[in-house]
Protein backbone atom coordinates (compact mmCIF):
# COMPACT_ATOMS: atom_id res chain seq x y z
CA UNK A 1 0.00 0.00 0.00
CA UNK A 2 1.15 3.27 -1.36
CA UNK A 3 0.52 7.29 0.00
CA UNK A 4 -2.51 8.07 -2.02
CA UNK A 5 -3.55 4.30 -2.21
CA UNK A 6 -7.25 3.53 -1.20
CA UNK A 7 -6.93 1.87 2.11
CA UNK A 8 -9.58 -0.43 2.24
CA UNK A 9 -11.01 -1.53 5.74
CA UNK A 10 -13.81 -4.27 6.63
CA UNK A 11 -15.60 -2.83 10.00
CA UNK A 12 -17.67 -5.30 11.55
CA UNK A 13 -19.95 -4.63 14.20
CA UNK A 14 -21.74 -6.65 16.53
CA UNK A 15 -24.87 -6.70 18.64
CA UNK A 16 -25.60 -8.81 21.66
CA UNK A 17 -28.18 -7.17 23.59
CA UNK A 18 -32.15 -7.17 22.49
CA UNK A 19 -32.46 -3.82 20.98
CA UNK A 20 -31.26 -2.27 17.58
CA UNK A 21 -28.49 0.22 18.66
CA UNK A 22 -28.69 3.08 16.82
CA UNK A 23 -27.09 6.33 15.64
CA UNK A 24 -23.36 4.08 15.77
CA UNK A 25 -20.64 6.40 14.52
CA UNK A 26 -16.65 6.87 14.82
CA UNK A 27 -14.14 9.13 15.99
CA UNK A 28 -10.74 7.73 14.59
CA UNK A 29 -6.81 9.27 15.49
CA UNK A 30 -8.21 11.75 18.21
CA UNK A 31 -4.32 12.34 18.42
CA UNK A 32 -3.48 13.63 15.37
CA UNK A 33 -0.92 11.32 13.85
CA UNK A 34 0.17 11.84 10.77
CA UNK A 35 0.11 8.23 9.85
CA UNK A 36 -3.70 7.46 10.69
CA UNK A 37 -6.79 7.29 8.91
CA UNK A 38 -9.60 10.32 10.20
CA UNK A 39 -12.53 8.68 9.51
CA UNK A 40 -14.07 12.08 8.57
CA UNK A 41 -13.92 11.47 4.19
CA UNK A 42 -17.00 10.08 1.93
CA UNK A 43 -15.69 6.46 2.39
CA UNK A 44 -16.71 6.27 5.39
CA UNK A 45 -20.00 6.27 5.09
CA UNK A 46 -22.95 7.30 7.64
CA UNK A 47 -20.52 5.89 10.24
CA UNK A 48 -18.54 9.63 9.79
CA UNK A 49 -19.14 11.11 13.26
CA UNK A 50 -21.00 13.94 12.21
CA UNK A 51 -23.43 11.85 9.60
CA UNK A 52 -26.13 9.60 11.28
CA UNK A 53 -24.54 6.74 11.79
CA UNK A 54 -25.28 3.25 11.36
CA UNK A 55 -27.74 0.76 12.77
CA UNK A 56 -26.91 -2.94 14.43
CA UNK A 57 -29.79 -4.84 14.69
CA UNK A 58 -30.02 -6.40 17.73
CA UNK A 59 -28.44 -10.31 18.16
CA UNK A 60 -27.40 -8.69 14.93
CA UNK A 61 -23.92 -8.32 13.04
CA UNK A 62 -23.04 -5.81 10.32
CA UNK A 63 -20.32 -5.30 8.30
CA UNK A 64 -19.22 -2.14 5.70
CA UNK A 65 -16.29 -1.73 3.87
CA UNK A 66 -14.86 2.14 4.44
CA UNK A 67 -12.27 3.48 2.29
CA UNK A 68 -10.01 6.84 2.87
CA UNK A 69 -6.56 7.42 1.20
CA UNK A 70 -3.61 6.64 2.67
CA UNK A 71 -2.28 9.97 4.30
CA UNK A 72 1.25 11.28 3.57
CA UNK A 73 2.61 11.07 6.46
CA UNK A 74 2.40 7.15 6.59
CA UNK A 75 5.55 7.49 4.25
CA UNK A 76 8.08 8.57 7.27
CA UNK A 77 6.41 5.55 9.25
CA UNK A 78 6.59 2.97 6.30
CA UNK A 79 2.67 1.63 7.86
CA UNK A 80 -0.49 3.17 8.15
CA UNK A 81 -2.64 2.89 11.64
CA UNK A 82 -6.81 2.77 11.87
CA UNK A 83 -7.69 3.55 14.87
CA UNK A 84 -11.17 4.44 16.02
CA UNK A 85 -13.68 5.05 19.24
CA UNK A 86 -17.27 3.57 17.94
CA UNK A 87 -20.20 4.75 19.98
CA UNK A 88 -23.30 6.58 19.43
CA UNK A 89 -20.77 9.64 19.67
CA UNK A 90 -23.17 12.05 17.40
CA UNK A 91 -25.45 12.08 20.63
CA UNK A 92 -22.38 13.18 23.22
CA UNK A 93 -22.03 9.42 24.26
CA UNK A 94 -18.62 8.84 24.62
CA UNK A 95 -18.24 6.95 28.14
CA UNK A 96 -18.48 2.85 26.77
CA UNK A 97 -17.63 3.74 23.13
CA UNK A 98 -15.42 0.86 22.22
CA UNK A 99 -12.23 1.06 20.34
CA UNK A 100 -10.68 -0.70 17.56
CA UNK A 101 -7.28 -0.55 15.46
CA UNK A 102 -4.88 -2.51 12.82
CA UNK A 103 -1.96 -0.95 11.20
CA UNK A 104 -1.14 -1.78 7.30
CA UNK A 105 1.54 -1.82 5.18
Known amino acids: ?4 DAAHVTVTLKNSGDRA ?3 I ?3 CN ?4 SNELNG ?3 GWGDLQWTRPGVTVPAHGTISLDVTEVVPDG ?4 GYV ?3 CDFGQLN ?3 DEGALRASDRGS
Open 1 to 4: MLVG
Open 21 to 23: LGG
Open 25 to 27: TVM
Open 30 to 33: RIGN
Open 40 to 42: RTG
Open 74 to 77: ARGY
Open 81 to 83: VVR
Open 91 to 93: AGF
